[in-house]
């Protein structure tokens, strides 16, 4: 088990102005990138909403990054079953 807390590297990243301190087994851009990805998102909304507390914030940002996600797996899925009836018809006239 302590090898694996000496696998993650520390990452500082700065989210709605405060600051903290991330440990990543992956590469530190990748964190980078999401926080900074997050950060503009949290910002929009208290630029929208000056009156919100962070965690308000936080949790306008949470609805609207598990919105997308549901949007997103909606879209794979609708493509997963476009291809799987595509390879039936292609299977089909093979025989």
Not at 14 to 21: G, M, V, Y
Not at 43 to 60: G, W, Y
């Amino acid at each position: 088990m302590e090898q694996e807390a000496t696998d993650k590297q520390p990452v500082k990243v700065t989210i709605l102005n405060q600051s903290f301190t991330l440990l990543t087994e992956g590469d530190p851009r990748d964190i980078i990138e999401l926080a900074a990805q997050v950060d503009d998102l949290m910002t929009s909304i208290a630029r929208k909403s000056p009156n919100l507390d962070s965690a308000r914030v936080a949790i306008f940002a949470c609805l609207h990054l598990a919105d997308q996600l549901r949007s997103r797996q909606s879209e794979l899925s609708h493509k997963v079953r476009e291809f799987a009836t595509m390879l039936e018809q292609a299977i089909g006239a093979e025989n």
